[in-house]
């Protein structure tokens, strides 16, 4: 079972950037697709970006052209570099390893944005 830590949360001003950080422990990372979610109070829980292990990726509507998910299978690690971020971008955002029926999370780190 892959478990995961995430890193690179934080306070951003309306506009910044940030890159947070998904490091994988366990074997075979390079099997799982990678996903970033977030939960902001009150509101759903929202899938914002996936990555395949072909590389594919796919974004929600929310931050398609301002989100970036990549992935380094050697370092097995998965990146969110969010960018021109809004108040609205204010989460807990978590990533997620998906294989199969498997799957696995971090344990979230906050991202706040705000003047």
């Known amino acids: 079972q892959v478990r995961l830590v995430e890193s690179g949360g934080g306070l951003a001003h309306p506009g910044g950037s940030l890159r947070l950080s998904c490091a994988a422990s366990g074997s075979v990372f390079g099997l799982y697709a990678m996903l970033w979610h977030r939960q902001a109070p009150g509101k759903q829980h929202e899938l914002i970006a996936l990555i395949s292990t072909g590389l594919r990726t796919s974004y929600a509507d929310s931050v398609q052209g301002r989100f970036i998910i990549s992935r380094d299978n050697v370092k097995k690690t998965v990146y969110l570099q969010m960018n021109s971020l809004k108040p609205e971008d204010t989460a807990v955002y978590y990533c997620?390893?998906?294989?199969?029926?498997?799957?696995?999370w971090g344990q979230g780190t906050q991202v706040t944005v705000s003047s």
């Open positions: 997620n390893a998906v294989l199969g029926v498997r799957s696995a």
